[in-house]
């Protein structure tokens, strides 16, 4: 085995491992994490919206 037919190996081996990946992320079962995630930032804004009329209101 020669330099060429290595690398060619290890180019399939990580196109394989792009495949998967991208498989895994858009996959169904990962929907639901994606949007806790998103909705994550827009509850944390959320929260400190509130702290700031709380805290406006008792001063």
Request: aromatic share 8%; net charge negative.
């Amino acid at each position: 085995m020669d330099y060429g037919t290595l690398r060619g190996i290890i180019a399939v081996i990580i196109l394989a491992l792009f495949i998967i990946i991208v498989v895994w992320a858009y996959s169904k079962n990962r929907k639901s994490d994606f949007d806790k995630a998103a909705n994550s930032i827009l509850e944390d804004n959320h929260k400190e919206e509130i702290n700031k009329q709380e805290t406006n209101n008792n001063v």
